[in-house]
Antibody, heavy 115, light 112 residues
Framework: EVQLVESGGGLVQPGGSLRLSCAASGFTFSNYWMTWVRQAPGKGLEWVANIKPDGSEKYYVDSVKGRFTMSRDNAKKSMYMQMNSLRAEDTAVYYC????????WGQGTTVTVSS | DVVMTQSPPSLPVTLGQPASISCRSSQSLVHSDGNTYLNWFQQRPGQSPRRLIYKVSNRDSGVPDRFSGSGSGTDFTLKISRVEAEDVGVYYCMQSTHWPGAFGQGTKVEIK
């Protein structure tokens, strides 16, 4: 079964850091672009960042550039998002999503930035 | 960056009647490989999004044939031929031709 499982969310103070993880199974992870999408409470979906299969290219939405860093470990079939200098507006459910086709989604992990 | 504009934001529909959602992109979504990576998603309350349509008009496995996608270039449409109660939710278009990717603002489909 193709599956994505996110972890690492939690409550953090403004200015703090968190590292999200996404564990993949059931498909050849190293063949796919991987993406993070987030959804703030009561709001729409927002594309956040993605990473090429070999990790050589990464793209970010302007609002997280310089603060968030994506990485991946194909041997571990996992990808990561290091989130620094967190702001209240980063509060959201973060989804791990497979491929340019964005066809497989995880269940999401919740990040809350609040004092 | 590409901007996706969806309309309407809210769509009240009578059961059994058709529904149509429009999505426009700020630039052409034709990729250099010839494909157009325009996707449609459904998000039911309390659930993760589910892809319905990929590359403009291809239905995902298990998606009822009352859902159809069309369009080209910068203008795209999702149609539901006869709305059923289970279709209530928010629908999003999303482009994955250009990076960064982008979603439309969403259209909330509700039953009148």
């Amino acid at each position: 079964e193709v599956q994505l499982v996110e972890s690492g969310g939690g409550l953090v103070q403004p200015g703090g850091s968190l590292r999200l993880s996404c564990a993949a199974s059931g498909f050849t992870f190293s063949n796919y672009w991987m993406t993070w999408v987030r959804q703030a409470p009561g709001k729409g979906l927002e594309w956040v960042a993605n990473i090429k299969p070999d990790g050589s290219e990464k793209y970010y939405v302007d609002s997280v550039k310089g603060r968030f860093t994506m990485s991946r470990d194909n041997a571990k079939k996992s990808m990561y998002m290091q989130m620094n200098s967190l702001r209240a507006e980063d509060t959201a459910v973060y989804y791990c999503v497979r491929g340019r086709g964005v066809d497989v989604w995880g269940q999401g992990t919740t990040v809350t930035v609040s004092s | 960056d590409v901007v996706m504009t969806q309309s309407p934001p809210s769509l009240p529909v009578t059961l059994g009647q058709p529904a149509s959602i429009s999505c426009r992109s700020s630039q052409s979504l034709v990729h250099s490989d010839g494909n157009t990576y325009l996707n449609w998603f459904q998000q039911r309350p309390g659930q993760s999004p589910r892809r319905l349509i990929y590359k403009v008009s291809n239905r995902d496995s298990g998606v009822p044939d009352r859902f159809s996608g069309s369009g080209s270039g910068t203008d795209f449409t999702l149609k539901i031929s006869r709305v059923e109660a289970e279709d209530v939710g928010v629908y999003y278009c999303m482009q994955s031709t250009h990076w960064p990717g982008a979603f439309g603002q969403g259209t909330k489909v509700e039953i009148k």
